[in-house]
């Protein structure tokens, strides 16, 4: 009877993931059985922590914004040490912190973020620039540059994300805006931005133009 019990609990304790009751409790269930010892007890996480564990992983991917993915990223990396993802999710919260920092420098705010119009072609870079992904960042100025992929055109807009792009390392969008800032003469704001282009490696052209913006 205590023998069967001890089986039960090694039972109970794989479906709740409770490492701590699980080596004790193996070594009776290994007794009974000729020395085998339960696979379920020695696994990492159990089965039904597993499920918990992928569908939290799929929350942190699918987060809409960058302050949540590095949220969620943090309580998933606290809660599952050793998951299989560690390596993956540490990527995603440095590449959304990097974003945080990239959208408050050019005051771009959630409701922009979480903008509902656009397709799925917007949808998937969107989630490269929320993930640090200067690629990303620019081919979402350029829909709204031109409005495409389901976005109106907006330039004020647009040029919010060229400053995204800039921030997270790309050199042509840096100089764009600082053609931007040039045309509007503000020349300080156009030349921090030059300078920033040169910084990324950016080889310039000879002079800033003063005509209309030109990304």
């Not at 696994?43 to 569908?55: G, K, L, R, T």
């Not at 995603?92 to 912190?97: P, Q, W």
């Not at 959630?110 to 989630?127: C, F, H, K, M, P």
């Not at 969008?173 to 053609?179: F, I, L, P, R």
Request: glycine content about 8%; aromatic content about 6%; proline content about 3%.
């Amino acid at each position: 009877m205590k023998t069967n019990q001890s089986i039960k609990n090694v039972a109970i304790a794989a479906a709740f993931g409770i490492a701590t009751l699980l080596s004790p409790v193996a070594n009776a269930a290994g007794e009974i059985n000729g020395g085998f010892t339960l696979a379920m007890a020695s696994s990492e996480y159990a089965p039904a922590s597993v499920n918990v564990m992928e569908q939290r992983w799929e929350a942190v991917q699918q987060a809409a914004r960058p302050d949540q993915m590095v949220k969620l990223g943090e309580a998933f990396a606290k809660d599952f040490p050793n998951s299989k993802h560690g390596d993956a999710n540490k990527s995603l919260i440095e590449g959304a912190r990097k974003s945080q920092t990239a959208f408050r420098a050019a005051r771009l705010s959630a409701d922009a973020i979480e903008d509902a119009s656009g397709n799925d072609v917007y949808r998937n870079e969107l989630t490269s620039a929320l993930r640090g992904d200067r690629t990303g960042a620019r081919r979402v100025a350029l829909m709204y540059r031109d409005g495409t992929n389901g976005l109106s055109a907006n330039a004020h807009r647009a040029q919010q994300w060229l400053q995204v792009a800039s921030e997270l390392g790309c050199g042509v969008s840096s100089w764009q805006v600082a053609e931007m800032f040039n045309s509007a003469g503000q020349i300080a704001e156009a030349a921090k931005f030059e300078a920033k282009a040169i910084a990324i490696g950016y080889r310039l052209p000879a002079r800033l133009p003063t005509k209309s913006m030109n990304i």
